[in-house]
């Protein structure tokens, strides 16, 4: 048996495994002493690999190149020498009728890894000439990434995984490790063990809350009104540091004005949560002697999400829980690599390694480097991902290359999507698998799958660490740095890259932050931590030491905003919160944990709504029971789970099913700020439905009817070019 070394392509814990791989077939993963993970995987790093293999169980892979001659025509295979002529003309073409502006682009965070994207950003910027490119982090961590940068001028978590565990206290808000990043849960289990006090803000009982010393079951949406009063009381119980305040901050007069209105008594409606526990919480955090503040989706997926992380860096700052190694800010990035999309600049306002597109300066280290003339870069900010829908609306967008996402399944309100897909006229999508967005992609590229290539990925905590190929690319995909490569040449820049390392070493020399992260250092189980400017730097597992910002004048920007309450509430129509989460076995689109044996059995569709028992009673349904939940955008078919620990008022559906799609449910409202979607709310109805024997015959005719169509979409691919076409 062979071992490859990998790194998990599922979450940004970043666990290092090795792959075990007999007869060309990859058939089993192990845990290696990885700096995160410590030879510990979870479930879907154990049994989330056969997806490789081509199992068909829930979707065909997709082998060969396919396109369609006119919008709505059939797929058919050709050969990759006709496929990227085609999409390279009609590229040029919509180029020159509506501008450079009118390609939009999005990366992926998922198995491709760093050159990848690296190599597409390029494509993006140095041949297509636009600054249109973006990645999933918009729908996820984008607010942490714009809001930290606003206050204290670095996106990323400034404290390790690793260092999780030596924290005095960790508080949880809107975060739920231990269905989204399990081997981050675990080091929070220790952190417990080892005595540290936690504490959860969070409207669902989640498992972390029942370790919790303190949980908190907030009303939801009231997240900038709860930390704003957080802050209130750090500094009306005295327990600031005031030197701190005084030599690494700005802002603090002005940000008072704000934060003194909100007490916990004068929030406590908007909250729920008595000011007594509050206050001891407050204190929890801010006497501590470490505390560390983990957040996700819960923050961030909120109309105000980028105020919010304003706040909660505002908390940190004061109280001086910041700088140290089991002190400071926790914003666990969610994709395997969604750390990585944003280090390689898939982001409309900044360049790899975090440098912004419109500084000249920065400009003209690219053009030079790139070879291209200073005025081809756009010094504009692009488009971001959610300005898709009415970017195609308004005539602004005309073509749109998808490389490894599912915008059909991930983004708010899919009937819209659906329809701007359907309305763009070019669409390209690089897959591995027939998604239902690749299905109404008018090309088709197939990349090779994590484990037929090389590459780095950064884990949520900055760190840099290699996989490698375990099996030979399946079919005829091409590696996606490839894809761009030879796609750019034919469309007039060419690019030529040998090897991924080739590829990394140009990263290196572009960026700054970036440029001790050698290969050599990540050989094996070695890792780099960015920054990591010089060959001698050993990596830096924890910024802001020493309260230095990565601002001009080193200070942090205390930032205050009013609370203003989310933008659909419950009525008499929709009298339910609709919350979107996840779940532990199965993984965002679910192309690849779907495709996997065991991870397929642990549930399957429609998928599940959570639902109070009382909220369920009141309408007749039972546990299990099918029924239809219904919004302002759409209505599906989903299972009813009753589950004491889902707080009253409110229902939760993860977004994997693509029968119970929560996203045609979910609308496309956005953080001004930062343009992420609203999806931990918006109203909606749950309804009995009376024929469950009808009901469960219909939900497997969709489900049916579903994977059917896309297998028929990719048997195209079974049909071989005719000679005259090859
Ligand atoms: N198994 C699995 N793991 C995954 C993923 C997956 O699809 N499957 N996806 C990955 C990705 S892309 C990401 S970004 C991460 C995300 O990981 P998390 O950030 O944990 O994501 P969620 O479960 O969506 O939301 C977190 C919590 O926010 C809470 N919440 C809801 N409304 C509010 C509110 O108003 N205020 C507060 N404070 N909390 C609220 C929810 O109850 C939930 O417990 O997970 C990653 N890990
Ligand atoms: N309602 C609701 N919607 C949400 C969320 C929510 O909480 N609620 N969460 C949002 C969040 S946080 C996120 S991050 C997004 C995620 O949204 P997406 O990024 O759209 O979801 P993924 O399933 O990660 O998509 C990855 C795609 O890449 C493909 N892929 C994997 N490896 C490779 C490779 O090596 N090469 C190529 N070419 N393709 C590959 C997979 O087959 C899959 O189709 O979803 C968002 N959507
Ligand atoms: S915690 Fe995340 S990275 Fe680690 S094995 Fe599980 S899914 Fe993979
Ligand atoms: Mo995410």
């Not at 392509?9 to 007999?22: I, S, T």
């Not at 990434?145 to 996106?155: C, F, P, T």
């Not at 803000?201 to 949406?221: F, H, Q, S, V």
Request: glycine share 8%; charged share 25%; net charge negative.
């Amino acid at each position: 048996m062979e071992k490859h070394m990998a790194v998990c392509p599922y979450c940004g814990a970043g666990c290092k495994l090795n792959l075990l791989v007999e007869n060309g077939r990859v058939v089993g993963a192990e845990g290696l002493n990885g700096v995160t993970n410590e030879g510990e995987l979870c479930l879907k790093g154990m049994s989330g690999y056969d997806f490789i293999n081509d199992t068909k169980i829930l979707t065909p892979r997709i082998l060969h190149p396919m396109i369609r001659r006119r919008k709505g025509a059939e797929l058919e295979r050709v050969s990759w020498d006709e496929a990227l002529d085609f999409t390279a003309k009609h590229l040029m073409e919509i180029k020159a009728k509506y501008g450079p502006d009118s390609i939009m682009l999005t990366g992926s965070s998922r198995g491709p890894g760093n050159e990848a994207n690296y190599v597409m950003q390029k494509f993006t910027r140095a041949c297509v000439g636009t600054n249109n490119i973006d990645n999933c982090a918009r729908t996820c961590h984008g607010p942490s990434v714009i809001g930290l940068i606003d206050a204290v001028g670095s996106g990323a978590m400034s404290v390790s995984i690793p260092n999780m565990e030596n924290a005095d206290c960790v508080f949880l808000f809107g975060y739920n490790p231990s269905a989204s990043h399990p081997i981050v849960a675990r080091r929070i289990v220790k952190a417990k063990e080892k005595g540290a006090k936690i504490i959860v803000a969070d409207p669902r009982l989640i498992e972390t809350a029942r370790i919790a010393d303190i949980y908190m079951p907030i009303k939801n949406g009231c997240n900038l009104a709860f930390m704003n009063a957080f802050a209130n009381v750090i500094i009306n119980e005295g327990l600031e540091d005031r030197d701190f305040i005084e030599a690494h901050t700005v802002g603090y007069d002005e940000w008072w004005e704000t934060i003194k209105k909100y007490t916990p008594e004068s929030v406590q409606d908007i909250t729920g949560i008595d000011p007594e526990t509050f206050r001891k919480a407050v204190r929890m955090y801010a006497t501590s002697p470490n505390s560390i503040i983990g957040w996700g989706m819960g923050v961030t997926q909120q109309r105000q999400g980028v105020k919010t992380v304003h706040q909660i860096a505002a908390v940190a700052c004061i109280a001086n829980q910041i700088g140290r190694d089991a002190a400071g800010l926790a914003p666990v990035r969610g994709q395997n690599n969604v750390q990585g999309s944003c280090d390689m600049g898939m982001w409309p306002t900044l360049y790899p390694g975090y440098q912004k597109v419109d500084d000249p300066a920065i400009r003209a280290k690219f053009a030079k480097s790139w070879g291209v003339p200073e005025e081809k870069l756009s010094l504009e900010p692009g488009f971001k991902l959610t300005d898709l829908p009415h970017g195609v609306k308004e005539g602004k967008i005309h073509a749109f290359y998808n490389f490894g996402e599912d915008p059909l399944q991930t983004e708010p309100d899919s009937a819209d999507m659906k329809e701007t897909l359907q309305n763009c006229d070019f669409v390209i999508s690089q897959d591995i698998f027939m998604t239902q967005t690749t299905a109404y992609a008018d090309v088709v590229f197939p990349g090779t799958s994590w484990g037929e290539h090389d590459g780095v990925f950064s884990a949520s905590d900055r760190t840099f660490q290699r996989f490698t190929a375990a099996v030979p690319p399946k079919g005829e995909c091409k590696h996606d740095w490839q894809i761009f490569s030879e796609l750019s040449t034919r469309m007039g820049y060419p690019m030529h890259y040998e090897n991924t390392k080739e590829i990394w070493d140009e990263v290196r020399e572009n960026c700054p932050s970036f440029y001790g992260a050698t290969y050599e250092k990540m050989e094996g189980v070695g890792h780099a931590q960015w920054p990591i400017p010089t060959l001698e730097c050993p990596g830096t597992p924890t910024l802001f030491k020493g309260g230095k910002f990565n601002k001009p004048d080193g200070k942090a920007r205390l930032i205050a905003a009013d609370f203003v309450v989310p933008t659909e509430l419950p009525d008499d129509e929709y009298p339910l919160v609709l919350c979107t989460v996840r779940e532990v076995g199965h993984y965002s689109c679910r192309s690849m944990t779907g495709n996997c044996k065991v991870l397929s059995l642990l549930a399957d569709e429609p998928g599940f709504v959570n639902i109070n028992p009382a909220d369920a009673e009141a309408r007749g349904i039972a546990q299990d029971d099918l029924v239809f939940v219904k919004s302002r955008r759409g209505k599906v078919i989903t299972r009813a789970n009753l589950n004491e620990r889902i707080n009253k008022g409110a229902v939760y559906m993860t977004y994997q099913w693509w029968i119970g799609k929560c996203n045609q449910l979910t609308m496309h409202v956005t953080d001004p700020l930062s343009g992420t979607p609203e999806d931990k709310h918006s109203a909606c109805q749950v309804e009995q439905i009376e024929d469950q024997v009808w009901a469960e015959r219909y939900a497997q005719k969709l489900y049916t009817d579903m994977k059917d169509w896309l297998a028929g979409e990719a048997s195209a691919q079974d049909v071989a070019p005719t000679e005259a076409l090859v």
